[in-house]
């Protein structure tokens, strides 16, 4: 059995991944591909828990370390349950999120530093590293204003502008950091010049 590829979607606040995903998602499966379609901090009944104690905005402060564990604990639930046996019978898996996330929030947004990040993500993740991670980015006012929008802020979504030039910078950076992995795509473009760019994107795995 050939193993399937792991393909994770990042971004900033408002930026469309939802959007985005949807798209992904139905374009995969006109190439026959079987697609699970996954989400972090979530994915299994347990890390779903644990992402509603992140993103409650009325929980008693949250310290920087448990934040960060919290997260680590739902990834390693999730990859066990999910990812990992997906990829193994072959499906592709299309997670909104993953450690690109942890760096870019923990590390850029709060601050953390970098190799505790990457310390829990090889004790966590072994070798397991995505294929492919889309990167969609937007300048923070646009992200802000579409999150706005949609409702009642999260604990995140409610962090200052700072706090989200932070991420946006820290997301850049790995970028950088990982160009054959990460392909950035703008985010602030109209929608089907996007979807081109996945499209491209995405069509190396399909030759
Ligand atoms: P979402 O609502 O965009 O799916 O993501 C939930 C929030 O969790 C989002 O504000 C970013 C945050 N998050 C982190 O802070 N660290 C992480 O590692 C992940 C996966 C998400």
Redesign the pocket.
Known sequence: MIRGKFITLEGG?GVG?TTNLTFLTHYLGQHNISVVVT????GTALAEKI?HL??DKDSEVISEHA?LLL?FAA?AQHIKLVIEPALARGDWVLC????D??Y???GG?RNMRVSTIEWLENLVQGNLRPDLTVLLDAPVEIGIDRARARGVL????SEKINFFENVRRAYLLQAELHPERIKLIKANQPLADVQRALVDVIGIFLR
Not at 39 to 42: I, K, N, S, V, Y
Not at 96 to 99: A, C, E, G, L, N
Not at 154 to 157: C, H, I, M, S, T
């Open positions: 606040e991944k989400r972090e901090p979530g992402r992140l993103l934040e997260i990834r909104d999120r993953f450690t996330a942890t870019a929030y923990q947004g999260d604990r995140f979504e």
